[in-house]
């Protein structure tokens, strides 16, 4: 599973089918504009048959089936466990991984007519903020439960998908 997840382009489809979002594969390739095609329905049937996506609805379109697909969201998350058994290298991987699908995520924003960072509260800031190990558990826990929160929301009353990325390790700057 964490080899699955850890490419950019399932990531991003990963992106696109969260906040139980139902899309056919026509609809992921608009959102992933700068991917191929046959790359975006390659990805799909991968995650597909390793259960990390659904069919819930077909219908015949020109004579082919045009599913219309969901994340399972049981199966997307690297589980403590998981992470616990990752090598440095498989984090190296992973953070670059994510890295560059935030970045795709990114700059098809900006290419969206219309696009306006400053109106849209577009935020990206670093700093460093110095804690002792309990009080960095203690911050984290804290963050946890503000997304655990607002993972709850569900589509409506003007809501809009943000993706919202969160990077925390230590830093030698003594």
């Known amino acids: 599973m964490l080899e699955l997840l850890l490419?950019?382009?399932r990531l991003r489809v990963v992106f696109a089918l969260s906040?139980?979002?139902v899309r056919t594969t026509a609809e992921i390739c608009e959102r992933l504009s700068d991917v191929p095609k046959t790359s975006v329905y390659r990805h799909v049937a991968l995650l597909l048959e390793a259960g990390v996506l659904e069919v819930v609805a077909e219908k015949r379109v020109r004579g082919a089936v045009e599913r219309h697909y969901r994340l399972r969201q049981d199966r997307v998350t690297i589980t403590p466990e998981?992470?616990?058994t990752m090598s440095l290298q498989d984090h190296r991987?992973?953070?670059a991984t994510a890295m560059a699908a935030l970045l795709a995520e990114f700059n098809a924003y900006l290419d969206?007519?219309?696009a306006m960072p400053y109106d849209d509260a577009v935020a990206y800031?670093?700093?460093v903020l110095w804690l002792d190990d309990d009080e960095a558990a203690e911050m984290l826990e804290e963050l946890r439960a503000v997304f655990a929160k607002r993972a709850a929301n569900r589509r409506g009353d003007g809501r809009r998908p943000r993706l919202v990325s969160l990077v925390?390790?230590?830093s030698d700057q003594a």
């Open 168 to 170: 925390q390790f230590p």
């Open 82 to 84: 998981m992470g616990a």
């Open 125 to 127: 800031r670093q700093g």
């Open 7 to 9: 490419h950019p382009v």
């Open 93 to 95: 991987a992973g953070f």
């Open 19 to 21: 906040g139980e979002s």
């Open 112 to 114: 969206r007519p219309g």
